[in-house]
């Protein structure tokens, strides 16, 4: 059974419908998923009729659970009235509140496992009181995942080229230094490191950790946060089990490309590990790691400036739906493996040295397979 995935409207003035639309009427996608969009049809009319002739016959499978999904369709859950008015690029009361409301639906459909994967397509903050990645924490928070709770969440961009995740997400620039907190950095870094290997199927991942102030301190001279808690943060995570490196001033080592020598880097606060990020790819994937579900969004936002001019360009949010099988698939295989592991005794071998042997309980002879210990 193909998977069923939940992709909200975002702001209705902006690029989402757009971007949507586009997306999911490439071929192939609706070979591997069942996509439900949570929004409304004749707001959705409004958008399609800005679109080339090729995406304007577009019919859709109205539904009213999303059990009731059906393969090859645009299957749409009707979340808003119809009479909200579509102002491109333009935040409004009625697109602060149409866009929450999507979110809502589909996260409570997410949670009653009625859908098996999330991707939000951009919204303003301003409906949220925040943005998409602390709702996110604060609704699933306490719900339970094989026996792990969402305790931290963190916000990672991802392409191809560079994973990049950060310790402060949307807060000003003033209050940054008061929330670099060794801690912090901790469960952030215990955070990325599980993801990694959960989702992304990266056994033993290399973690870069990028210093606060210019030249990582100079010793102490531009500052010492980098000696007196990131350092010290670096060190207990080793400790811990986390290959976590660093700190490194961020200029120099986006500069010199010495980021392609990680799985991952862990910033700071958001504009030093998302300028570099989109720099290099603005067609990347905004994953929200830490949480008992998957959910992806495009990493660009509503893109008010060319809402409503068929200008959207439709990557980010096609690699979010190709993100979102992906993790969903990995992870599931990753638990699978650890939930079931197979049974051994350890026996030596004819030279004496020690010998783990897996029992195979499906023949029956208990046949096995031999592993150095």
Known sequence: MKPIIAITSGDTNGVGYEVIIKALLES??????????????????????????????????????AGMAKDGRLNLITCYTDNVPVQFGTMTEWSCKASKASLERACRDLKDGK????????????????????FLTDFFKGQSDNEQETKESLMMLCSGTIRVALVCNHVSVAEIPSRITEERILAKLGVLNESLKRDF???????AVLALNPHAGDDGLLGTEEQEIIAPAIAKANTNGIWAFGPYAADGFFGSGHFRHFDA????????????FKTLDMSGVNYTAGLPVVRTSPDHGTGFDIAGKNQADLSSMRNALYMALDVLHTRAEYDALRDNPLPFIVRADSEGKPRREFIDFKTTTGGNRFENN
């Open 201 to 207: 199927r990266l056994e033993k991942p290399r973690i």
């Open 28 to 65: 192939h996608i609706f070979e591997i998923m069942r996509p439900v969009i949570y929004g409304n049809a004749v707001v959705a009319k409004h958008h399609i009729q800005t679109l080339s002739e090729e995406f304007r016959n577009v019919t859709w499978n109205p539904i009213d659970d």
């Open 265 to 276: 880097v862990l910033a700071m606060y958001h504009d030093q590990g998302l300028i570099p």
């Open 115 to 134: 859908v098996q994967a999330l991707v939000t397509a951009p919204l303003c903050k301003e409906a949220l009181g925040g943005g998409h990645t602390e």
